[in-house]
């Protein structure tokens, strides 16, 4: 069964993200190290939270891998990726990890 890990950057009144390293720079890392063992990679960019509400992420990075040994795999290269964190954000990423479902 395909397996999801998501990356969730919340916004708080003291939070930094660079979106353009993050863009540029991190997700480069993430092709590298991470994209290998996935089935696909998506990012969204936070921009509003409904009508005349702010966005509460600044982004929300979703992975899908085939199951839980691709995944397993992943987190085994991912090194590189995550030590690079601090230089786009000083947000504590939550993480969701799931079934797919559909």
């Given at each position: 069964m395909p397996v999801?890990?998501?990356?969730?950057y919340p916004v708080s009144a003291e939070s930094r993200f660079d979106h353009g390293y993050y863009a540029a720079t991190h997700m480069a890392?993430?092709?590298e190290y991470i994209a290998p063992h996935t089935q696909?990679?998506?990012v969204t960019k936070g921009?509003?939270?409904g009508p005349d509400v702010p966005a509460p992420f600044h982004a929300v990075a979703t992975m899908v891998f085939a199951?839980?040994?691709a995944l397993d795999a992943a987190m085994q290269a991912a090194g590189p990726a995550l030590a690079d964190i601090p230089n786009f954000t000083n947000v504590q990423p939550q993480i969701l990890i799931g079934d797919v479902v559909r």
């Open positions: 999801s890990l998501q990356v969730i890392l993430v092709d696909s990679i998506i921009l509003t939270g199951d839980q040994a």
